[in-house]
């Protein structure tokens, strides 16, 4: 069995490639040869990626696409998506496609609130901590305000401070719930930094101000942004004439948009379904956060818990038919960032902003809230006419293919073989050594 190992981050790249080399994988020439292969040539390049992490030892790659013509609040838009998975691109395409012919997308920021705490324990009369708090709340803002005076120039900073009593759920838990306008950056760090110095405050003034009476104690827990954001919220939408939605020449706009409103409403009580139309909604908005260098784990976490807000979990878009529109619709709590973080570090995320033509926050959450819904609107496109598996195989035929290391002639005529035969796995399979085995 490997032993553990002391100062593995002391190590230089090249022992820490070494190292797990030899202890965790067959082929220890093999594992470096993986691990150089995407490395950078450019050693100022590597270095910034190596920086951006700990123990960096390569590179990950992942495939940067472009989806375009959407036309988003009368602009058109070519939107660079990062992501692994095949048909995400091809299917957002499709939709910006369809809805270019149609009036394109309308989307607005309906609010851009963030959100963080400052969990603390208090032993006292819940009163008498209202009091204080009230109190000392000039404090808070004061005492931050090296923190927010450049964020207060340029129109943000801390909205409010609140004390909640949470001795309901928790004994003895309250916590400071604060709201702040970050603008165009995701925030994080603002918000961290104001929280820690609120705790400072609150702990310094109860210790110093004869606040905590004999035998009580105030201690805080902790400090913390909340990615749960439900009022940073973005709404995009597509209407059209029912008539107008064409999806498949075989079946009627008519039913296609009845289906659809179906589609939506089943996931609206059926967690399974629920979940798995999410996931689609979330290949076109995690594609978009990664490639504009934006939080997705944040995003993921916030956009679920939004989608459970009620109890259920539930479909984030909606559909209705009324006097013959069709209309489609999302909203998605999103908290990006344009400015800091990796968007001033990372050449491909500066190159994916440069793209879009340097959006601000709420730009780009109309952006993303779009490729969400533009890619919940092909999935369900497909889903209720031809099903997935079509477009989904013919797209996965070329990930086959490389995997049993077709030859570029050998992908031509496969590719073409199934632009008229289905695309099963096992049927790429048949085909392939058949095309072989005939040479
Ligand atoms: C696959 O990545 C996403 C879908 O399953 C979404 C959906 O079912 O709505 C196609």
Same mark, same amino acid.
């Given at each position: 069995m490997t032993q553990p190992i002391k100062g593995?981050?002391?190590?230089s790249k090249e022992q820490k490639i070494a190292w797990i080399g030899e202890n965790y994988t067959e082929n220890v020439q093999n594992t470096k040869d993986i691990l150089r292969q995407y490395w950078n040539n450019d050693p100022k390049l590597q270095q910034l990626h190596d920086e951006f992490i700990e123990n960096t030892i390569s590179n990950y790659y992942l495939p940067f696409g472009i989806a375009p013509n959407f036309l988003i609040n009368e602009r058109i838009y070519a939107i660079p998506m990062a992501i692994e998975e095949s048909s995400v691109v091809a299917a957002a395409s499709k939709a910006a496609k369809f809805w270019l012919d149609r009036g394109g997308f309308k989307a607005e920021v309906i609010g851009t609130e963030k959100v963080g705490q400052v969990h603390f324990i208090y032993t006292g009369n819940s009163e008498n901590l209202f009091r204080f708090i009230g109190k000392i709340r000039p404090s808070f803002y004061a005492e931050a305000k090296s923190i927010t005076e450049k964020m207060e120039a340029r129109g943000g900073g801390i909205s409010s401070i609140e004390i909640k009593d949470k001795t309901d759920l928790l004994p003895n838990y309250y916590q400071l719930h604060c709201t702040f306008e970050t603008l165009d950056a995701m925030g994080a760090n603002f918000i961290n930094s104001c929280l820690e110095q609120f705790a400072t405050t609150l702990k310094a003034k109860a210790d110093r101000d /004869?606040?905590?009476?004999? /035998?009580e104690k105030l201690e805080i827990v902790m400090s913390i942004l909340s990615n749960y954001v439900p009022n940073c919220l973005v709404r995009a939408e597509v209407s059209c004439l029912v008539s107008d939605l064409?999806?498949?020449?075989?079946?009627?706009p008519e039913k296609c948009a009845e289906k659809i409103v179906q589609a939506v409403g089943i996931a609206n009580v059926e967690p399974h379904r629920a979940v798995t139309h999410n996931k689609g909604i979330m290949n076109g908005v995690d594609a978009v956060i990664l490639a504009t260098g934006n939080d997705f784990r944040a995003v993921e976490a916030g956009v679920h818990a939004f989608a459970a807000k009620d109890g259920g979990y539930k479909s984030l878009t909606n559909a209705s038919i009324e006097d013959g529109v069709f209309r489609f619709w999302i909203e998605i709590p999103l908290a990006l960032g344009t400015v800091g973080g990796l968007t001033s570090l990372h050449p491909m995320v500066q190159l994916a902003h440069e793209v879009l033509q340097y959006p601000s926050a709420k730009q780009l959450m109309e952006i993303v809230a779009v490729a969400g819904l533009a890619q919940n609107f092909a999935a369900l496109s497909s889903l209720v006419t031809t099903g997935i598996q079509e477009g989904h195989m013919k797209m996965h035929l070329l990930n086959i293919l490389n995997q049993m290391k077709a030859t570029k002639e050998e992908k031509t005529t496969l590719v073409s073989y199934f632009k008229n035969n289905t695309a099963t796995h096992s049927a790429v399979v048949e085909a392939l050594d058949k095309l072989r085995e005939n040479l």
């Open positions: 593995f981050s002391k190590l /004869g606040f905590l009476k004999e /035998g064409s999806l498949d020449t075989t079946i009627p």
